[in-house]
Each structure stands twice: as C-alpha cells, then as structure tokens.
C-alpha cells in the first residue's frame, strides 16, 4: 500500500479480539503484506473501511453523495440509483413513494404537494408554476395536455372538466369557471359570462350579458343596449311598439308624456315641439297664416 513519508506508526485491529495495536510504518511497510478483507488479494492501493476492512480499490465501493465508504465485510448496503446510476449508500439513497425505485439525492422530486420524494418517471413539472408534482396530486390541462399541479387546476362549472390558467375562463357575474367550449361572450362589451348569466336580445337575437340587457316596461321583452328605447322624461325602458317616438327632436316618450297633433300635417309630436299655434317645427316654416284664408300655402 502507498503511504505518505511523514507517517509515523500504524494502528491494526484484530478481528477476533478488537484489540488495538500501534505498529511502527518503517516495520509495516518493510515486512507486512496487506490482502483484501474481501477477495483475499494484495493490497497495491486501497482504502481501509471505519472498522479497520483493508479492501482493494475494486472491493471497495463510495457513495457519491456523502463520499461514505460502503465496505461489503462488515454488509453495508449500497444501491445503484436508477436514473444516473451512481453508487449512493443507505443513508443517503431513497425509494420512489410511487414505484419503489432507488434515487439518490441529486435525482429524487419532491411534490411540492404532498412533500414526498419520487424518481424522474413519477413526477411532472407544473407548465404554469414549474413546481415538481407527483402523478397523484397532478392532473392533465384538457386544453393543452399539459401537466398542472393542484393549485393551478381548474374545474369547468359545466363539464367538470380539468383546464390550466392559460385555459380557465371566468364568468364576469357569478365568478364560475368555465372551459373555452362553454364561455360565452357578449356581443357588446366581449365580456365573459357563463349560460345562466346570458340572454338573447329579442330584435337582433345576439347573445349579451343579463346586466347589459332591459326589459320593456310594458311587455317584458328583453332588449339589448342598441335596440332599447328609453323614455325622456320618467327614464323607463320600452320595447319600439310600446313607446311613442317623436320625428322632429328624435326623442321617445311613454304614456307619461301627451302627445300633441300638429294641427297642418295631423302627425303627433312631444309637446316641445309643438307651437303655440299648434303646428310642428317643420309645418311652421313653410306655412304663412293670412287674415282671410285659415291657412294659406
């Protein structure tokens, strides 16, 4: 065995007896053979184990971890881990909670859920969060097919399905999750909304959101901000068949307000613009009253 120049002395330890003895290295390297404790061969370079084991380099094994000599005398145990196939022995290698696989520490997952260690072929890797996950607590986006830890997972309102945030939609009145095939958007405003919070606009029948809708007054219809009129006065929504529209200021008014007939044309205006001589805004320009004639054109 190679031994450095300023060792001094030696110390052996019988097998049968542990007594301890201090030998001299001049006498030692000078008249002993040293064998391997386990191949029974000659000791050229070797290592001698925590308990004495001379072992030649091919007996003795490292664990790659901790550096720990595993010494097959005294029944270390030592494992090979399965990803990277590096000795590591028993304080340090570790088995997948799922498949019982031997990992070292440079090659165990944790769950970032769970807290358990798993090998390379029992964990993913969260696609929002990058957090390690086992398969248990992971679930799969339908959308993307991609791996999602539980934080990140979300369960469609309708379908129950399974979707990631990049994925998830969220209905803007109740809050519920809901998958790209049922959301829904509002034709005014593109907001999302789920099918108990939507409704149809009974003129043009495109979908908006229940807040962005009014119902007429009189018959309940629901109309969409493009198609609702409004009166001008009392500020109730109306339908177009339930609601008088005056063509000279373009306004709407309801039963609320009388209409007047313009007394040239015979057409019902909102009092604004009827004159005091009864007559519309339009009738009022082109119409000349004379003394003799009623009226006279």
């Excluded at 330890?13 to 390297?29: R, Y």
């Excluded at 550096?67 to 997948?96: M, Y």
């Excluded at 859920?113 to 990058?130: F, P």
């Excluded at 990049?166 to 999750?177: A, D, F, L």
């Amino acid at each position: 065995m190679h031994t450095e120049k300023d060792l001094r002395q030696l110390c052996f330890k019988h097998h049968e007896t542990g007594l301890e003895v201090t030998v001299p290295a001049k006498i030692f390297l000078n008249n002993i053979t040293i064998r391997c404790s386990e191949c029974n061969s000659e000791v050229d370079a070797g290592v001698i184990c925590r308990n004495g084991h001379a072992l030649c380099k091919n007996c003795m094994e490292t664990c790659s971890a901790c550096g720990k000599s595993i010494c097959p005398v005294c029944d270390d145990e030592s494992f090979l881990c399965s990803t990277c196939g590096e000795t590591a022995c028993a304080g340090c290698a570790t088995h997948c909670a799922t498949c019982g696989t031997v990992v070292c520490p440079s090659h165990g997952y944790r769950c970032a859920t769970c807290g358990k260690l798993y090998c390379i072929d029992c964990y993913e890797i969260c696609c929002i969060c990058d957090n390690n996950v086992c398969h248990s607590h992971g679930n799969k986006c339908e959308s993307c097919d991609s791996y999602i830890c539980s934080r990140h997972t979300h369960k469609c309102s309708v379908c129950n399905g399974l979707f990631c945030d990049n994925h998830v939609h969220r209905c803007s009145i109740c809050g519920s999750n809901l998958c790209s095939t049922h959301s829904i958007k509002s034709v005014y405003s593109d907001k999302t909304i789920c099918s108990g919070h939507s409704g149809k606009c009974l003129s043009c029948s495109n979908i908006f959101a229940v807040d962005e809708l009014h119902a007429c007054t009189i018959c309940g219809v629901a109309l969409c901000p493009d198609h609702v009129k409004t009166c001008s006065n009392c500020g109730k929504t109306y339908c177009q068949e339930h609601v008088n529209h005056c063509n000279c200021c373009g306004k709407d008014y309801c039963s609320c307000t009388q209409g007047i007939k313009c007394s040239l044309c015979m057409e019902t205006y909102c009092p604004g613009c009827i004159s005091q001589a009864g007559l519309c805004r339009a009738c009022e320009k082109f119409v000349q009253v004379d003394k003799k004639h009623d009226i006279v054109m």
